[in-house]
């Protein structure tokens, strides 16, 4: 029986031969040329790469705009096919007849532009580079000022604590008048007493 594969399937079966053929392969004979120091080699999978990156900034907006168009993975991969040839020779033809001619007529204007990219993105780079200083520096003394008021605070409320707790241990006892009841019961106790013995001085008064 024969097996089908699923959508996700394909996709990973064509990411995985691009990625052998378009990639790999040409970066280890990369490495040969260099080794042997071959210089035709070396212009050779030299064009290459140059062909290949202009394909792989390509494809990232075709891969929008044309990923309905029947075949369309399919043709990339016959296109890498057709680059790395040694018959076809697509990487050779292509940076011959299009792109050193374009880039030689412009290299002028695409260095000056790298050169202003170069200085724009240095001014940027110290530019954020003082903002997120200065942002740090100004956190750094927020917390510290905070962290100082509120060490200020604690130790002010266990000051304050250890005064209200020291007043009421050695505060001495009230001198004062005694309250209005004691004076009271003390009456009410010495009244029996001055009536009996006044009674017994009349007893003693009558019988003599």
Wanted: hydrophobic share 35%; net charge positive.
């Amino acid at each position: 029986m024969q097996k089908v594969l699923s959508k996700g399937q394909t996709e990973e079966v064509r990411s995985g031969s691009r990625l052998i053929f378009g990639t790999l392969y040409p970066a280890y004979y990369s490495y040969k040329a260099v080794k042997s120091k071959d210089i035709k080699e070396y212009v050779k999978w030299m064009m290459y790469w140059i062909i290949f990156a202009l394909f792989t900034t390509a494809e990232t907006f075709t891969d929008i705009f044309l990923c309905w168009f029947p075949f369309y993975y399919e043709l990339k991969i016959a296109f890498v096919a057709w680059l790395l040839s040694p018959y076809t020779k697509g990487s050779s033809l292509l940076y011959r007849k299009f792109v050193h001619p374009t880039l030689s007529s412009k290299e002028k204007e695409i260095d000056d532009c790298l050169v202003q990219a170069k200085d724009r993105s240095y001014d940027a780079l110290v530019h954020f580079g003082k903002r997120g200083l200065n942002v740090a520096a100004t956190a750094a003394v927020m917390a510290a000022s905070k962290g100082q008021g509120a060490l200020s605070e604690r130790l002010r409320s266990f000051s304050m604590q250890d005064l209200t707790t020291i007043r009421g241990d050695g505060a001495p006892a009230p001198s004062g008048p005694p309250p209005p009841g004691s004076g009271r019961a003390s009456g009410k106790h010495g009244q029996p007493k001055m009536s009996r013995s006044a009674s017994e001085s009349a007893s003693s008064s009558g019988t003599a």
